[in-house]
């Protein structure tokens, strides 16, 4: 018998880049969750099916691994859920063996936080699986070291985030702090189905701030300066407010270089329809962005970045973290 | 027998809107001239004729106006050019009626200094048919006056650069500072067609600054150094960090709400054209947009810019200011 688990996608509302030197950045989850089921096997081997990976395999107890589906490159794709795995293995020196199946709706490799979210929902259904009461501290470390293979080193937002859930004010040093949020904050976001390399776009990012301090370091201050109003605004639900500093922090992320054509044709195509604001999310250079648009206009915005040649969603903010389904 | 002048337009390439708030911007005067003809008259009457305003018409000597194209609307499109010939009467007490024709191919409203153009041509022409040496200083203090009808209270930028030509490093306080540019700069404007207020775009971003001034004032400020690292690369020769300069401008122009789509759009299509970069030019909001073009890609420049609805012209920097011709 299975143990299901889930955790959230999340957005990033404000400040991404940024938080890399130090600024405070806003993300929420939204629902949108991967589901994670794991079961107990009769051999000590690790098996993990990824559907929307198009991955899925065995580990052996010495890490040897044995592709079902997608050869050998499903091993590096399978690896962070291997390791969510496996931490919670040693964690209580078990030596069980696991199937874990991801269903995931979660766009993958889109900046929403596919893989913190699987790591995270996989660490809760393990541990279920065993008996355990795992603490969401441990949830959030282990599927903090999952990300580090995906990511080398990796902000923290997305463990935060697809854990704890909520709208977090998250600071690299700090950590998080939760916004209180009354209202709904209804968002649609715009796929372009363009995968980029976070990294590679984070290191473009060093190097224009290496070439022009004087003028990407100020940027990225005023982009803490916009977080920290756009915390204020979502307190109030001042969502005209929001709009304006999605706009706002939008072309400051093209300034640092990483916003493209094709995520600004999507973000016009939003406003024009109706948004209050909308800018790209995540790393930029494909990816996603995200729109805030009136509870009413939210079908027509959807429409207007699908006529785009975007793939939408209608997204809403969730308090709900990584969680033991049914 | 008429005495012909001319004067330069101009393209701001870096600092428009942060000028106002005292950061350094850079101006070049192009090779697109307004002429204006200046002849005696046997009355004392002001006649000006500016095909391109669709404006001509008679002032009298108490300044009443008779239209003869384009109705009473024609009295505040030649009032510039009336002031600056009444300025040049006034300062050698003459009391002659004169002649003005224009003929301009500086598109009129788009931010390329059309009518200080004209004024500063204007005044020369007057003052040499009067037989008078007017002095530089004296011309762009006329021309200046004349486009304080025009704008409230212009930055300056106008006047100088059509009086003295050239590129220059242009402070509201400290005034203009040539900058020594040894290499062509190759420039492709594309004129959206879109007409606007400047008033009202300067206003907006006012508005912008007083609502948020921990994130726009540091935005300001990073333009400030934008145009000071411009400086260097045109002193330098080198296109490709201007022109990487240019695309970091015109995101901080977005984030000042001062672009729009359909100079993004512009943009986006001379960048892929092979423009070095590329930003909006003047107020935004409409105007014009300028790319930096390696010599080999002007044409398909052009040609990308016009695809995509805007006209577009090959502009080059001169150093020749308002000058007597022939």
Do not use: W
């Not at 990033?12 to 969750?33: D, M, Q, S, W």
């Not at 794991?38 to 198009?54: G, V």
């Not at 004087?214 to 803490?224: E, L, M, T, Y």
């Amino acid at each position: 018998m299975g143990v299901v688990a889930s955790a959230p996608a999340k957005i990033i509302l404000f400040g991404e880049h940024f938080v890399v030197y130090g600024e405070p950045a806003i993300v929420t989850a939204i629902n949108k969750r991967a589901h994670v089921t794991a079961e107990l096997r009769t051999d000590k081997r690790i098996y993990i099916n990824s559907p929307n990976l198009k991955a899925s395999g065995y580990f052996s107890q010495k890490n040897r691994f044995q592709a079902e589906q997608g050869g050998q490159e499903a091993r590096i794709k399978l690896e962070p859920i291997r390791i969510a795995v496996q931490q919670i293995l040693n964690l209580y020196k078990e030596e069980n063996g696991v199937n874990v199946n991801v269903q995931s709706k979660i766009p993958v490799a889109a900046g929403l936080g596919s893989s913190a979210a699987v790591a995270a929902a996989t660490a809760t259904a393990v541990s279920r699986l065993l008996g355990i009461e795992i603490s969401r501290e441990d949830v959030f470390r282990i599927a903090y070291e999952a990300e580090r293979f995906v990511h080398g080193t990796p902000s923290g937002i997305d463990p935060t985030i697809s854990t704890y859930g909520g709208v977090l004010l998250f600071h690299k040093d700090r950590g998080p702090t939760p916004i209180n949020v009354k209202e709904d904050i209804p968002l649609v976001v715009g796929d372009t189905g363009i995968e980029r390399s976070t990294g590679e776009i984070v290191s473009g990012v060093r190097q224009r701030r290496e070439r022009y301090p004087s003028i990407v370091n100020p940027i990225i201050k005023a982009g803490g300066k916009v977080a920290l109003h756009a915390a204020k605004a979502l307190e109030a639900g001042d969502l005209t407010t929001l709009g304006e500093l999605m706009n706002i922090n939008h072309a400051m992320l093209s300034a640092i270089g990483v916003s493209n054509e094709f995520l600004d044709r999507l973000v016009y195509s939003a406003r024009k329809a109706g948004a209050l604001g909308a800018k790209l999310t995540g790393a930029g250079g494909g990816g996603c962005m995200v729109a805030l648009s009136p509870p009413d206009k939210l079908k027509q915005v959807v429409n207007a970045i699908e006529r785009e040649g975007g793939t939408a969603f209608v997204a809403r903010k969730t308090n709900e973290g990584v969680k033991i389904e049914g």
